[in-house]
């Protein structure tokens, strides 16, 4: 029998949004995560606010929001907001119901500042690696450090000469005039983005272009792959090794471990750096050009053989960062919000690995 294609809306619905969420979809368990995670950020947030005046939006919902923004790959907070107001799924993962009200977009811009004075992303990336910890998925000998672009939202036009921004060459009108710099010397020293004044222009390697970035950076545990620091800075050139070496100091405890690196960071002072942080530098060697500083006696053992397919994995993170996490182009300006959002993203990637080596661990 044909059913009837009726248009009349039920009133009222008597299905809640938690049975509407299937029990093995993947959120279940990074909800479970982040709710504990929030739980114990709950004195830090009580430090956030006033006691007085008019109640505000949870801190929780707004960064349950952002990791759906992460996880989703939502491209901004206004589309955003336009998703938490008709997807059920995220209404439940941010703990909002069918009925309650989605607030307006600028409210993240509004708190954006709060966060920021409070280092909550670092905060929240703690947290989340003393979960992992706790469920014995963390190494505490084996790491590998690497680097990565992050491009500036800020155009090649931007970049004008710091004396006078009106001495480039320029045709056309409108806000996106055509500009021509062919025969311009455009360097750091002498240029600044308009746009974001802490952007540099920086070329990763031969062959590749310059453009306006940041540099991230990420300490990556060899045994199931899991970030356990990270670091924004400018881009420079030894910004990556000197990154490296402040986050191989931060590491805990005082036993001696080992660090996987591409070649980049075969130099004198950072394989030396490293052993007097007490680290076995796994560094890849560079011969090209040069002897490489890493001599014999660490590279004939089969540890750094290990060392030296493991760290390849640090890829993955990046690649998951720029793609998923959506930073392949910063959403936002300055070093200080860049590099908040950066460990947040990696806070995600964290949840997000973590999940699947749970599940696996499970019979």
């Known amino acids: 029998m044909r059913g009837t294609d009726n248009n009349q809306q039920a009133m009222f619905s008597y299905i809640s949004l938690e049975s509407r969420v299937p029990e093995d979809h993947p959120l279940r368990s990074i909800r479970r995560m982040v709710d504990q995670v929030l739980s114990d950020l709950g004195e830090k947030f009580g430090d956030m606010y006033s006691g007085t005046g008019r109640p505000s939006i949870p801190p929780e919902r707004l960064l349950r929001a952002l990791l759906i923004q992460v996880l989703y790959t939502i491209r901004s907070e206004r589309m955003l907001i336009e998703q938490l107001d008709y997807n059920m799924l995220f209404r439940w993962f941010v703990g909002l119901s069918m009925d309650d009200a989605v607030w307006d977009h600028s409210t993240f811009t509004k708190n954006r500042d709060r966060f920021l004075q409070s280092d909550l992303a670092a905060a929240f990336f703690s947290r989340v690696l003393h979960q992992a910890e706790r469920a014995g998925l963390l190494s505490d000998e084996h790491f590998t450090v690497d680097g990565t672009l992050i491009d500036a939202w800020a155009s090649m036009k931007s970049f004008r000469p710091r004396d006078d921004g009106r001495s480039f060459s320029s045709s056309g009108g409108g806000h996106n005039c055509s500009v021509d710099f062919h025969g311009e010397r455009r360097r750091n020293e002498t240029h600044v983005s308009t746009t974001d004044p802490e952007a540099r222009l920086y070329r990763k390697g031969k062959g590749k272009e310059a453009r306006l970035a940041f540099m991230g950076h990420a300490l990556m545990e060899n045994r199931n792959g899991l ?33 996987g690196a591409d070649k980049g960071y075969d130099t004198r002072d950072f394989v030396n750096g490293l052993r007097g942080l007490s680290a076995t530098p796994h560094v890849a060697q560079n011969n090209t050009r040069r002897a490489s500083a890493v001599d014999n006696r660490t590279v004939r053992h089969e540890g750094y053989k290990l060392s030296q397919r493991a760290r390849k994995r640090v890829e993955e993170i990046f690649g998951w960062i720029k793609t998923v996490g959506n930073l392949g182009k910063a959403r936002h300006r300055g070093r200080e919000r860049v590099a908040w959002m950066f460990t947040f993203t990696a806070a995600a990637y964290n949840l997000v690995r973590m999940r699947n080596l749970l599940a696996e661990s499970i019979p």
Do not use: N, Q
């Open 227 to 259: 970030v356990v620091d990270t670091r924004l800075t400018l881009a420079a050139g030894k910004a990556e090794r000197e990154a490296a070496l402040e986050m191989v100091s931060d590491v805990p405890g005082g036993s001696r471990i080992t660090v």
